[in-house]
């Protein structure tokens, strides 16, 4: 059973008591919204052409259906009082499939145009066949509130899904690895693989 699993990992970790009080400090902060397993997005997330899909069991991931260019986008909120560095994170499926359209995202205020790849590329992904989720980085994001406008590419089966956004506390590029989805678990029959799961293309 998965409780005896991880009884037993608990049993055999090694904990060392210390008597230091100063911990560090976690900086100005992060702040992160992700929906993957929730389906539950922030209080007060403004949209157009937006939807909630619960695709599979407890995996989520909000698609833009909108066919007129400039319709789909969701509000996103830099509650700090700087630049912040943005990680999107969303559904990829490794080669040679190309499950999810890829799509354009703009953020006018912040001048971000570029265009999401949605074909996977980390090795144990396409080693083993999976969907993951990926988080990326996609540039510096200005105080307040700014819209990420979506435009689906291609002709693949499904739309783009976004699985949630982040600010962290990091301004090199590389997304932090607590922002990755890097469990392993078991669910309804289902082996869930490191950074993905094993599931039909949905």
């Known amino acids: 059973k998965l409780s005896?699993?991880?009884?037993?990992?608990?049993?055999?970790?090694?904990?060392?008591?210390?008597?230091?009080?100063?911990?560090g400090t976690f900086g100005d902060g992060d702040y992160c919204n992700v929906w993957f397993t929730t389906g539950e997005m922030p209080p007060g997330l403004r949209g157009n052409g937006a939807e909630m899909n619960n695709f599979v069991d407890i995996r989520y991931g909000v698609e833009f259906n909108s066919p007129i260019p400039g319709e789909n986008w969701i509000s996103i909120n830099n509650p700090f009082d700087k630049p912040r560095s943005l990680y999107i994170s969303f559904l990829t499926t490794p080669p040679p499939y190309h499950g999810?359209?890829?799509?354009?995202?703009?953020?006018?205020?912040?001048?971000?145009?570029?265009?999401?790849?949605?074909?996977?590329?980390?090795?144990?992904q396409v080693k083993n066949g999976i969907t993951t989720a990926k988080t990326m980085y996609v540039g510096k994001v200005p105080p307040g509130e700014s819209k990420m406008l979506f435009e689906n590419q291609g002709l693949a089966a499904n739309p783009f899904r976004l699985a949630g956004y982040s600010f962290p506390e990091t301004s090199n590029g590389n997304a932090p690895i607590e922002y990755e989805f890097t469990q392993r678990f078991w669910y309804k029959g289902f082996t869930v693989f490191y950074r993905g799961f094993r599931v039909p293309m949905y």
């Open 4 to 23: 005896e699993l991880i009884t037993d990992q608990l049993s055999n970790m090694r904990i060392t008591p210390t008597t230091e009080s100063n911990v």
């Open 100 to 124: 999810y359209q890829d799509a354009r995202l703009t953020i006018p205020n912040a001048g971000i145009d570029t265009v999401i790849d949605t074909v996977g590329f980390d090795e144990y």
